[in-house]
């Protein structure tokens, strides 16, 4: 049974602010971990992928992979009001196949 | 170029009509990918193509129907669908599957009266 558990929010921060979310997994096989934005009634727009232990920063946004404790965060510094979205946190689960977490909703407020 | 491309963007259907999907890619992908998404849902998959082959089918019911043309190509036949069947369907793709990144295409609003 897979599951990747995210907090559905909405989490609410002012805009400058660091946005702190996170995701926790089951299966302990997952390798590969993904983080996308989606922007309501649109598609879902990659925004990192981490494969390794620890930290990985691209702009104003780091991921955070812990195998052994199994989550994966997403860091938002400078957080705008563009960065509302729903973010969803997905692991490969085998050949081909992209598990995706329930999303939690981002507000940051002007 | 990273972009992959769907058609229509809206579908409005009865429960008795065929219509098709599609989808490409020209990115030198070779895994294509059907999604389905319900409002305030994951995406959840449907369909897997590697190197034009079905290499996954989620249990969909038979009222879907994939093809793939070609390594550029992707089709979902759609007939006798059910209302719960309205969605959101996204196609995607990767390189060669496994760990690549899937780059999604921007949908089509399927609604079926």
């Known amino acids: 049974q897979k599951e990747v558990e995210q907090n559905s929010g909405p989490l609410s921060v002012p805009e400058g602010a660091i946005a702190s979310l996170n995701c926790t997994y089951s299966?302990?096989?997952?390798?590969?971990f993904f983080w996308y934005r989606q922007y309501s009634g649109k598609s879902p727009e990659l925004i990192m992928f981490?494969?390794?232990?620890g930290d990985k920063e691209d702009g104003r946004f780091t991921a955070q992979l812990n195998k052994a404790s199994q989550y994966v965060s997403l860091l938002i510094r400078d957080s705008q009001p563009s960065d509302s979205a729903t973010y969803l946190c997905?692991?490969?689960?085998?050949?081909?196949?992209?598990?995706f977490g329930t999303g939690t909703r981002l507000t940051v407020i002007p | 170029d990273t972009e992959v491309t769907q058609t229509p963007k809206h579908l409005v259907m009865g429960m008795t009509n065929k219509k098709s999907l599609k989808c490409e890619q020209h990115?030198?992908?070779?895994?294509m990918y059907w999604y389905k998404q319900k409002a305030k849902k994951p995406p959840e998959l449907m369909f897997v193509?590697?190197?034009?082959?079905?290499?996954i089918n989620e249990s969909v019911p038979s009222r879907f129907s994939p093809e793939c043309p070609n390594s550029s190509l992707l089709n979902l036949h759609l007939h006798a669908l059910q209302p719960e069947d309205s969605a959101l369907y996204l196609c995607?793709?990767?390189?060669?599957?496994?760990?690549?990144?899937?780059?999604f295409g921007p949908g089509t609003r399927l609604t079926v009266l």
């Open positions: 193509y590697s190197y034009e082959k079905l290499s």
């Open positions: 995607a793709s990767s390189h060669e599957g496994n760990t690549d990144t899937q780059y």
């Open positions: 299966d302990r096989g997952s390798q590969s």
């Open positions: 981490i494969y390794s232990n």
């Open positions: 990115m030198g992908h070779r895994a």
């Open positions: 997905a692991l490969e689960t085998g050949a081909n196949n992209l598990f």
